[in-house]
């Protein structure tokens, strides 16, 4: 019975509304009528709140953020194309081996997964193009696989005087952290409906921007499903090229709803929160966070295994005693560190809860936590609160 | 309030039974969970039942059927092979100025919408083809544009002989109609969840046959999202290569239980029987019906605008007075004619209703409708319920 409490503190799904769970529990509407293209018009005004852009065009695929993350590629990118790409973790490795296997020239900012990028390792990068090569650059803004973010903003200041497009993908950090599509100069986005959308997994977000529209047109890379003047050409009729996935669109018109009722900024705010009460908490009961505060998620926090616990042990655990999932490492963390999310549908009392049940079990485990973890949470949550 | 009581009879999105949508109103699973591999690889087996094979690898895309349909020619073709194409309607169309698109030498057999292909005509292009450069064959089942069945049986056979490799778009047609996916010899299948699947859109299908996977190996065209490669090696593990669309996965679960309870015979009896009931009622009331008896879709019936009625203004009376949605006709037959869908989780009341509907609303837009059609239904669906 009590799977039922099952609970999802991993970087995705994450929680689903009860009011956008619903909406998908209704008879899916025809995708060809003025009651679909008038919530999938309020979703695209939605999405462009989100990502904080006027002028940008965004597309709602029916595929998974990896598809997005093509769409990208396969727009913008001509085979032989130079790319700079930003590698350190496995979402910004599975970008790179993408635009290398569709015959660009990628060139990758290697780092240890948990660092982030420097702005000064991107402005070395660019400024050995001398010739202007390099088209486009590829950044995760933040990395699923470690809860690290990279300096996008800084990044985009980098690109914009190079004169490269810059293509973020913010499959995870979108709505958690700002970010300011328009203002900062990001020319590609992707997310996807199961991170900060608070949707079941199924959509794919891309927002296309001026300069992305006019290497679009040059770009020879094969494309249909992907294809933005498809997908624009059917959007201005107020529809999609292919057909969508009417159920998740009718539920991200609620959590849209949703959204613009906390207002984005306070969304951030309280990501920022939750960060801040879940990396001081743990940090109290004695354990090691691998990001930097400088350089952590608003959207995930990655733990290292604690001295003598195994991550398998300490999941199945939580699972079983408290109907709380949390994320194993990926790659070459799997086992070395444990992901806590707390994106999207998340509020205080999820984090507490979380952290409460992780306080009853490593001690369990053989690893006793400082009790004054509660105390700090408490102090952090007030600090953030105001 | 009475827009909630929408139906559907179009093709595609099918009516959704209670206990699927009530499968997508659940919290999400992670999708990366024993709970979740399980109801993966049920649905993996599930799937071979429907398309009858036993050799084939079935995989899930978080895509729409367009999506399915690329990854078919992502994963089989390289620059230059020359493919040999049927177009009788807009997704035979679709799939032939894709293969063109992502640079096949594409060669077509194309014939008016409405229109079934001849075997005859098959046998001749591959005759033709001395050489043997023809390596793959794209034939449409059931095209949705027309309701049109083109023979896939016979052309599977003719095609084998020739050495090709045959793809089937079976979107539609699958499950309403006869087809024996290892029996009949056809090396790849593709279909979508909004159909004989009785879920929402957001999922294909496809099936790679042993030929098909022999041709994948040498096949040079780039894929990433859709590589089959990808996508055995995570089946293998009984996950998928990227974030699938738990929801719908759930949902699809629930609908393969339901066909498994009802048998693939008789899903394929109930469509036949829907079918005749409304062909031969709709041809006594007085109209005229675009396919031929032998050349005509159990999924869906398109029927010729009667004279001096509107498209147009029939559905809108439809949708306002009876909340029945039916579909308009497509790329030259818009306006043309309408289509009725009969597919998925339909009964034999709903095809009354939608044909008591119709009989009531032609007489007010000025076609007389023969009455004696009641007979002909009550006489059709007691031959075809035996």
Redesign the interface.
């Known amino acids: 019975m009590f799977?039922q409490k099952?609970f999802?503190m991993?970087p995705?799904?994450t929680?689903?509304p009860e009011s956008a769970?619903?909406q998908?529990?209704?008879?899916?509407?025809?995708?060809?009528?003025p009651?679909f293209s008038e919530i999938l018009m309020r979703c695209t005004e939605g999405l462009k709140i989100v990502a904080q852009t006027k002028q940008a065009d965004p597309f709602i695929y029916?595929?998974?953020?990896?598809?997005g993350m093509?769409a990208i590629l396969a727009n913008l990118l001509s085979p032989g194309d130079k790319v700079l790409s930003v590698v350190n973790g496995v979402f910004g490795k599975r970008w790179a081996?993408?635009a290398t296997?569709?015959?660009a020239d990628v060139e990758r900012i290697t780092l240890p997964m948990g660092q982030a990028v420097q702005e000064e390792q991107v402005r070395e990068a660019l400024a050995k193009d001398s010739n202007k090569e390099i088209k486009l650059v590829l950044l995760t803004f933040s990395e699923t696989s470690t809860g690290v973010v990279n300096p996008v903003q800084a990044v985009a200041k980098l690109v914009r005087e190079h004169g490269a497009l810059l293509a973020v993908d913010a499959i995870t950090g979108l709505a958690a952290m700002p970010l300011k599509m328009d203002e900062w100069g990001i020319d590609a986005l992707v997310s996807?409906s199961?991170k900060g959308f608070m949707i079941?997994?199924?959509l794919a977000f891309v927002w296309v921007g001026p300069r992305a529209w006019e290497a679009h047109k040059q770009a020879s890379f094969?494309?249909?499903?992907w294809d933005w003047t498809k997908a624009k050409k059917a959007l201005d009729d107020k529809t999609t090229a292919?057909?969508?996935?009417?159920?998740?669109i009718c539920a991200l018109d609620e959590t849209l709803r949703l959204m613009n009722q906390e207002g984005i900024e306070k969304t951030w705010k309280r990501h920022e929160k939750l960060k801040q009460c879940t990396r001081r908490s743990v940090g109290a009961m004695g354990l090691q966070l691998l990001a930097t505060d400088t350089e952590a998620s608003a959207a995930i926090t990655s733990i290292v295994a604690p001295q003598g616990i195994e991550i398998k042990a300490l999941r199945k655990k939580l699972k079983d005693d408290w109907q709380i999932?949390v994320?194993d490492g990926q790659a070459e963390l799997q086992g070395k560190i444990f992901r806590i999310g707390h994106l999207g549908f998340v509020c205080d009392r999820d984090v507490l809860t979380a952290l409460s049940a992780l306080s009853q079990v490593l001690p369990e485990l053989g690893f006793p936590v400082n009790e004054a973890w509660h105390q700090v949470y408490n102090k952090t949550l007030k600090e953030f609160s105001k």
Request: without cysteine.
């Open positions: 799977d099952r999802l991993i995705g799904p929680p689903v769970l619903l998908l529990a209704k008879h899916p509407l025809p995708h060809r009528s009651e029916a595929a998974s953020g990896t598809g093509e081996d993408m296997l569709f015959g996807g199961q079941p997994p199924g094969p494309r249909f499903y292919f057909t969508p996935n009417v159920s998740l999932v994320a």
